[in-house]
Every structure is written in C-alpha cells, then in structure tokens.
C-alpha cells in the first residue's frame, strides 16, 4: 500500500512511485506516435488519410469512460471489503485479549493469544501464495481446542467458552472471505472488453482530431491514453487486493499489528517493530 502525504500542486506531476504511468507510459507513446503519425500524413496527404467527424468518438468516449469507472468501482469494491475483513480480525483478536483476561497467569491464555498472532501471520503467507507448513486453520483449531478443554476442566464457564468460541468463528470467517476474493476474480470476458475497447479507441481517436486540433491532436489523445488505460491498470491492481503490488494490502503490517496487541497483553516488552514504508510501499 502506497503511504505518503499529498503532494503540492506542481509535485503532482513528478510523482512516479505509486503512479500507474510507469505501467503505460509504453501505450500512452505508442498512442502520441500514432497521432502524430495520422496528422502528418493528413496534412501531407489528405486524400489517403481524410477527416473524420469527431463526434462519434466523443460518444464512444463517454460510453467507454462510464465502462471504465463502473469496473473500476468493482475492483476498490473488492480492495475495500480486504480491507473490511483484515480489520474485522484486527478487532476480533483484540476482542480474544480481553476475553482471555480470566485466565491472566495460566499458560492456556498464552497459548490461545499466540495463536492469534499465529493465525494472523499465516493467513498472510496463504494469501500471498507463500503458505507456511501449518495452515492458519490449524492454529484456529489449536486454540479451538485449548477453550474447550478449559471448559471441560471447569475454568471456563459454558458461556466464557461460548464467547471466545464465537470470535475464533469470526475469524475463521474473516479468513475465508479474504480466499474468496482472492479465489474469484472479476470474469475474464469483462476485463477483455474493456482492455480491447481502450485499445481500439485509443488508436483510431487520431483520426477524429487531425482535422479540429491539428498538433494539439497527440498532446489530446496522449491525454485521453493516460487517463483510459490508466484507470486500466488501476483497476487490475484494486482487482487482487492480496497481491505483492504497490497499491495491495499490507499483510504483514495488519499481522505484525495483531502479534504485537497479543505480546503486549501478555506482558511482554521485547515487542517486534511495526514495518515501516520502503519507499512508500508499506508491506
């Protein structure tokens, strides 16, 4: 996730780092080279290459422009709701530190808060496609097992087990609501669409402008590339929330945040650091 401060109005435009120019600065080129191309031949050699009306393509434009933003609304759906459900088990292991507080001194309450910080650290790794040897279900199970053998034995009521039962259960549906994101994908034919659509549109709006705008015509349709097949890449970044791009979430900060709340509960003052952003992407 990119973290740093707005920038000035001028800095605005030497941003590079978290900024999808560096993705299609190659389409947005080959896009101004194509319209210098067509207006140069249209000055030189009008009867090969004619004017066009341009309004047609100020309607393809619009209907384009709406595509584009309903996907792109789509895809932050998905990156929010991660974000959703990383916070939810941010609160829900908060939840188990206080509710765990009648058992402050056993070995038990130790064993079910690191499986907490357990649990969170290998939800990150699965989610990333690097899981570890023992599935963040696993330690959900663990910790599962320690609250009811704990009821069992009498230092937990019916109703204390219930509760830590419960939130153990919101975080195994927290989880699974991050797989399913990360398992289903927005539909391919959708995506095809709007990528050949953009493409299409991009490289026949010379045509339209050659006439009306004359040289003004590449800085336009360099414009109008920036803006479409930026919006393009933006959208397949929001589209995989646990991916290891710039503007994906940072697991390994939300799972650090989650051993550090335990460690911290237990007592503990050797706590490990919160990862700090490395050129403004925050891990």
């Known amino acids: 996730m990119i973290i ?4 000035n109005m001028l800095g605005l435009f030497f941003v590079l780092k978290g900024s999808v120019i560096q993705k299609i600065w190659i389409q947005v080129l080959a896009v101004v080279l194509i319209s210098v ?6 000055r030189n050699l009008p009867g090969l290459v004619p004017s066009l009306d341009p309004s047609p393509f100020a ?4 209907a384009l422009s709406i595509f584009l933003s309903f996907r792109n609304s789509a895809c932050y759906d998905r990156w929010w709701e991660a974000r959703k459900l990383w916070g939810l088990m941010v609160q829900t292991a908060r939840d188990i530190l206080r509710q765990t507080a009648v058992l402050e001194g056993m070995p038990e309450r130790r064993g ?3 499986a907490m910080a357990d649990f969170a650290r290998r939800s990150a790794a699965q989610l990333r496609g690097r899981p570890e040897a023992q599935t963040a279900d696993d330690a959900l199970a663990g910790a599962g097992r320690t609250v ?3 009821e069992r034995d009498g230092r937990l009521t019916t109703a204390e087990a219930l509760v830590l039962h419960e939130s153990l259960n919101r975080m195994a549906a927290s989880l699974l609501g991050c797989e399913r ?3 289903t994908p927005v539909p391919f034919a959708y995506t095809l669409l709007l990528h050949r659509t953009a493409y299409i549109y991009c490289t026949i709006l010379p045509f ?4 009306t705008l004359g040289w003004v015509a590449p800085l336009a ?9 930026g919006l393009d890449a933006l959208a397949e970044e929001l589209e995989e929330p646990f991916s290891a791009k710039q503007n994906a979430m940072p697991l390994t900060a939300y799972s650090t945040a989650i051993e550090i709340a335990m460690r911290h509960g237990l007592g503990e003052t050797d706590l490990p650091g919160m990862p700090e952003p490395v050129g403004y992407v925050l891990t």
Do not use: E
Not at 4 to 7: A, E, F, V
Not at 208 to 211: M, P, S
Not at 221 to 229: E, K, N, P, Q, S
């Open 112 to 114: 079910i808060l690191m």
């Open 208 to 211: 339209g402008f050659a006439d």
């Open 181 to 183: 994101l990360a398992n």
């Open 4 to 7: 740093r401060k707005r920038p």
């Open 59 to 62: 309607l393809i434009g619009i």
């Open 37 to 42: 191309a067509v207006v140069f031949a249209h």
């Open 148 to 150: 009811s053998q704990l």
């Open 221 to 229: 349709t360099g414009l109008v590339a920036y803006a479409f097949f």
